[in-house]
């Protein structure tokens, strides 16, 4: 059975950093693409970050990049993002997801169709 759980949200105050962990369990997690994507009440969800199966090859929306990092431990099957220099627009809830293939979507192709297992999510609220 497919597990995805994502931790590490709270509340942290703009400027400041947090660092999401999304463990899984049940897929084969170390050739999936991975990715974060999140959901602001009322808006649709939006990805913003993806990494392919191994690690070599990330991409990030325009609106986290250089801001965002994101990583995987294909040994422990868990997936991170660290996010430095919050605003308090990436407030939202944010979920870990599992992608149909190896590497990622361009950019633009970034969007929930891609991924067919989620997380419950965790949210982040980053306060002025």
């Known amino acids: 059975q497919v597990q995805v759980v994502e931790s590490g949200g709270g509340l942290v105050q703009a400027g400041g950093s947090l660092r999401l962990s999304c463990t899984t369990s049940g897929l084969t997690f170390d050739d999936r693409a991975m990715g974060w994507f999140r959901q602001a009440p009322g808006r649709e969800r939006e990805g913003n970050s993806c990494?392919?199966?191994?690690?070599?090859?990330?991409s990030f929306a325009d609106s986290v990049k250089g801001r965002f990092t994101i990583s995987r431990d294909n040994a422990k099957n868990t997936l991170y993002l660290q996010m430095n220099s919050l605003k308090p627009e990436d407030t939202a809830m944010y979920y870990c997801?599992?992608?149909?293939?190896?590497?990622?979507?361009?950019?633009?192709?970034?969007?929930?169709?891609?991924?067919?297992?989620w997380g419950q999510g965790t949210q982040v609220t980053v306060s002025s």
């Open positions: 997801a599992a992608g149909r293939g190896s590497t990622c979507p361009l950019p633009a192709y970034m969007n929930e169709d891609y991924f067919v297992y």
């Open positions: 990494i392919s199966w191994s690690g070599g090859g990330t």
